[in-house]
Antibody, heavy 117, light 110 residues
Framework: QVQLVESGGGVVQPGRSLRLSCAASGFTFSNYGLHWVRQAPGKGLEWVALVSYDGNNKYYTDSVEGRFTVSRDNSKNTLYLQMNSLRAEDTAVYFC??????????WGQGTLVTVSS | QSALTQPRSVSGSPGQSVTISCTGTISDVGGYNYVSWYQHHPGKAPKLLIYDVTKRPSGVPDRFSGSKSGNTASLTISGLQAEDEADYYCCSYAGIYTYVFGTGTTVTVL
């Protein structure tokens, strides 16, 4: 069965960096686009980023463009999110999500990122 | 990239039907037939209920149905059950491989 397991969350000071990872299994990793979606405490879901199946194309929501970088290693079945210049408003649970057409069919359990001094 | 508008909460008794609206613009909901709906029990992974406006993945009960008219999409839950109590989010493709979620709706089973 499909499994997506995020890691790398934690507490970080404003302006610092953090890298999230997502280990995938149960499907042909290199065939699918992958997304990051986040949920701030008490708030709704927010789409963050998409990387194409081959890693060559990347797309971001406006609020993270230039600060976050999504990437993938198809040899390791792993998705990454490099987060730089972190802000308090980036505090959220970050979900790793598999594409299915124009929707998201499998989600990880999420990893919590807290940006605080 | 403004969030799609959903009612904050809806409620119904077991067996009743409830409908959740999701209002966007011509740049997202109205411009593409790529609206999806997700059920989220807090602390768990969200679950895909509806994709491409009306389609149900295998395993999702036919009590869940989707539709769209203009810039507004809707999710209807028929025959409401206790386990349907959760948060529900719509999501639309918004062009150039970007997506926008709705504000979320909490469904309460009375």
């Amino acid at each position: 069965q499909v499994q997506l397991v995020e890691s790398g969350g934690g507490v970080v000071q404003p302006g610092r960096s953090l890298r999230l990872s997502c280990a995938a299994s149960g499907f042909t990793f290199s065939n699918y686009g992958l997304h990051w979606v986040r949920q701030a405490p008490g708030k709704g879901l927010e789409w963050v980023a998409l990387v194409s199946y081959d890693g060559n194309n990347k797309y971001y929501t406006d609020s993270v463009e230039g600060r976050f970088t999504v990437s993938r290693d198809n040899s390791k079945n792993t998705l990454y999110l490099q987060m730089n210049s972190l802000r308090a408003e980036d505090t959220a649970v970050y979900f790793c999500v598999k594409s299915s057409g124009w929707s998201f069919d499998y989600w990880g359990q999420g990893t919590l990122v807290t940006v605080s001094s | 990239q403004s969030a799609l508008t959903q009612p904050r909460s809806v409620s119904g008794s077991p067996g009743q039907s409830v409908t959740i609206s999701c209002t966007g613009t011509i740049s997202d909901v109205g411009g593409y037939n790529y609206v999806s709906w997700y059920q989220h029990h807090p602390g768990k992974a969200p679950k895909l209920l509806i994709y491409d406006v009306t389609k149900r993945p295998s395993g999702v009960p036919d009590r869940f149905s989707g539709s769209k008219s203009g810039n507004t999409a809707s999710l209807t839950i028929s025959g409401l059950q206790a386990e349907d109590e959760a948060d529900y989010y719509c999501c639309s493709y918004a062009g150039i491989y970007t997506y926008v979620f709705g504000t979320g709706t909490t469904v309460t089973v009375l």
